[in-house]
């Protein structure tokens, strides 16, 4: 029973949209999902993901990449009896070897069948949705394919949200612009969400590649504008080498409002610092901790949301993973008080 027990019985559930993709938006999702019915939660993500299973199916079948769809059905995906756990841990698991499988993730493989049985990806979602019984929902950001292209301050232009990730020749480098090749529109189911929101959340995950991704789809930012929802933005604990290791928490802010073109009415932060030995298991060089405490706004939230423990990678996964993440329960109480009060 979610912490909303108090208030449950209420006619009209807050609207909780959370903007991102990847193992942030996860996090999030799994947490808040226990606040349900109190909240009615919408996860739009990004349309921008190449790399991994993911890139792959898109390279292969021409579809829409599924990864971050992938991710937020599981998450939001119930957990209460065995026979519905054991079909959300099969959604996200990951071969380890077979030819041509070794890396791909089951769930993935399911969506783009689906694709193929129902005929689009957003029928594909909807029914992986109604097998997993999930407790809200999951929209694209857009329906049309596009490139993620980040161009340095230096001219240098790199295509490709995997490739925007993984580059690492970039010394003293920063990214001066962000867009999509071909521009692509908003899904109209997207525009509805954030049209309807109480609360839009942005994060948590990598600024560029996880949440500006939304960003910079056509529509997005007029959207977010136009709605009366609170706008909170949730820090990222680490910044990342060749994307946003010189930025600090007030550079963070200004970034995502840059794109937005309006300003963020919270800042959600960690009160505390991670734990030494988890920073010491960063592997990319270049990965720095972000330090909230010197940035003084009105805006700022602080909450202990560090998860005590390292991650562990999932085996067979390739890429390369965050050790350092938000703790589900701790973060989705703090968004759900947040959400409870606008």
Known sequence: MGAGWLIRGMSVPKRIV????????YTLLRGL??????VHLTAIVTMADSGGSTGRLRDQFGYLPVGDVRQALAALAPEDDAHQELLRQLFLYRY?????????????????????ITGSEAASICAA???????????????????????????????????????????????????????????????????AADCIVFG??????????????????????A?????????????????????????????LERYLGCALTHVVVPSEAPAPALVARYQRAGDTVIDPAPWSDPRKVPGAIIAPEATTPQPGDTLQRSYIRHDSTALAALLYRLAMTA
């Open 18 to 25: 959370v903007v991102g993709g990847g193992t942030g938006t």
């Open 33 to 38: 999902k226990h606040y349900v019915p109190d």
């Open 96 to 116: 380890e070897k077979g030819e041509g499988l070794t890396g791909h993730n089951f769930g993935n493989l399911l969506l783009t069948a689906l694709t193929d």
């Open 129 to 195: 949705a109604t097998l997993l019984r999930v407790a809200g929902s999951v929209v694209p950001v857009t329906t049309e394919p596009a490139n993620l292209v980040a161009q340095y301050d230096t001219g240098v232009e790199v295509v490709g949200e995997h490739a925007i990730d993984e580059q690492t020749v970039c010394p003293g480098e920063t990214i001066a612009a962000l867009t999509l090749r071909p521009r692509v529109a908003l899904n109209p189911d997207a525009a509805a969400a954030l049209a």
């Open 204 to 225: 948590p995950g990598d600024l560029y590649t996880s949440i500006l991704a939304n960003c910079v789809v056509d529509g997005f930012a007029a959207a977010v504008g």
């Open 227 to 255: 709605s009366a929802a609170r706008r909170v933005y949730i820090l990222n604990l680490m910044g990342k080498a060749c994307q946003t290791q010189h930025l600090d928490a007030a550079a963070h802010v200004a970034e």
